[in-house]
């Protein structure tokens, strides 16, 4: 059973910074293609960033410089991050992360968004 679970968003200054995590289970993430999406009001769904074990990462160029993306281990579990400095206010969104197929390139997901096949639930972030 595939579990992706975010965190770490809340409420912050423009300009400040907040780090994100997706911790993940019944599945070996390190295998896969990840990503955080963003979803503002009104708005559609965004990629923002993408990641593969193999060290490949993508940016949205509206966070390119800003947004860092990692993923690490511990304790058995991967887990995603999202480490966003120099918040502004239209980064004001909810934040998902999702996970692709093993045999998912970034670039194949990049075109393919159809493809993510767990997402979690969302973690509020919100900049004033």
């Known amino acids: 059973h595939v579990q992706l679970v975010e965190s770490g968003g809340g409420s912050v200054q423009a300009g400040g910074s907040l780090n994100l995590s997706c911790t993940t289970s019944?599945?070996?993430?390190?295998?896969?293609?990840m990503a955080w999406y963003r979803q503002a009001p009104g708005k559609e769904c965004e990629l923002v960033s993408m990641?593969?074990?193999?060290?490949?990462?993508?940016?949205a160029d509206s966070v390119k410089g800003r947004f860092t993306v990692t993923i690490s281990k511990e304790n058995a579990k991967n887990t995603l991050y999202l480490q966003m400095n120099n918040l502004k206010p239209e980064d004001t969104a909810m934040y998902f992360c999702?996970?692709?197929?093993?045999?998912?390139?970034?670039?194949?997901?990049?075109?393919?968004?159809?493809?993510?096949?767990?997402w979690g639930q969302g973690t509020q972030v919100t900049v004033s």
């Open positions: 999702a996970s692709g197929p093993p045999t998912g390139t970034l670039a194949t997901m990049l075109r393919k968004p159809q493809l993510w096949l767990s």
């Open positions: 019944g599945f070996n993430a390190a295998d896969s293609p």
């Open positions: 990641v593969r074990s193999d060290g490949a990462t993508y940016y």
